[in-house]
């Protein structure tokens, strides 16, 4: 299953409303997880099951989506949020992430 | 606190073959299944192995099959990647991940270095 990311990096500024798309080759039902990886460090999970929110990760972060399209969103973009987001899906024995979106500072 | 030590990585010259290992703590590991994913240099993630908590259910991507074989001793609480017939495409940073919450990986170790090169 391909897992494909829009867009592959956005500029935004503090504050701003920032969404990612993850879209599936075939449908994956919710087995969809969202994954933040900051440079030079291992990824840490954001959302799974594609709406669920991990323990410990801000309210500003949520994620929808079933079938094939799913979609990452951050409320208000803090500093920290700076980093690379991929999608992962779980629905099929062999795992496939996204190639990545990049979110950097206007 | 849940903790997983990569080990193992390092120089080796295609063809070769080396064993990375994860030490894991602070949780039931034998109650876990476990994840391997890669990242080759300036690149994304890429899912490697999948072992089940007993060991007896096993998946790999179609790039490692044949090369790699996860492995895992619950007593000694870690985990295995025995890399053989290494690649330069093989070069880059080993995860290990814990599925903590089913089919998602809540817990990862720092990440290990490998290298293939002559």
């Known amino acids: 299953i391909q897992m494909t990311q829009s867009p592959s990096s956005l500029s935004a500024s503090v504050g701003d409303r920032v969404t990612i798309t993850c879209r599936a080759s075939?449908?994956?039902?919710?087995?969809l997880n969202w994954y933040q990886q900051k440079q030079g460090k291992a990824p840490k999970l954001l959302i799974y099951?594609?709406?669920s929110l991990q323990s410990g990760v801000p309210s500003r972060f949520s994620g929808s989506g079933s079938g094939t399209d799913f979609s990452l969103t951050i409320s208000s973009l803090q500093p920290e949020d700076f980093a690379t987001y991929y999608c992962?899906?779980?629905?099929?024995?062999?795992?496939?992430f996204g190639q990545g979106t990049k979110v950097d500072i206007k | 606190e849940v903790q997983l030590v990569e080990s193992g990585g390092g120089l080796v010259q295609p063809g070769g073959s080396l064993r990375l290992s994860c030490a894991a703590s602070?949780?039931?590991?034998?109650?876990?299944?476990m994840n391997w994913v890669r990242q080759a240099p300036g690149k994304g993630l890429e899912w490697v192995s999948y072992?089940?908590?007993?060991?007896?259910?096993?998946y790999y991507a179609d790039s490692v099959k044949g090369r790699f074989t996860v492995s895992r001793d619950n007593a000694k609480n870690s985990l295995y990647l025995q890399m053989n017939s290494l690649r330069a495409e093989d070069t880059g940073v080993y995860y290990c991940?814990?599925?903590?919450?089913?089919?998602?990986?809540?817990?990862w170790g720092q990440g290990t270095r490998v290298t293939v090169s002559s």
């Open positions: 991940a814990r599925e903590g919450i089913p089919a998602a990986s809540d817990y």
């Open positions: 602070g949780f039931t590991f034998n109650s876990y299944e």
């Open positions: 072992i089940t908590s007993s060991g007896g259910t096993i």
């Open positions: 075939q449908s994956i039902s919710t087995y």
């Open positions: 099951a594609a709406s």
């Open positions: 992962q899906q779980t629905y099929s024995t062999l795992y496939t």
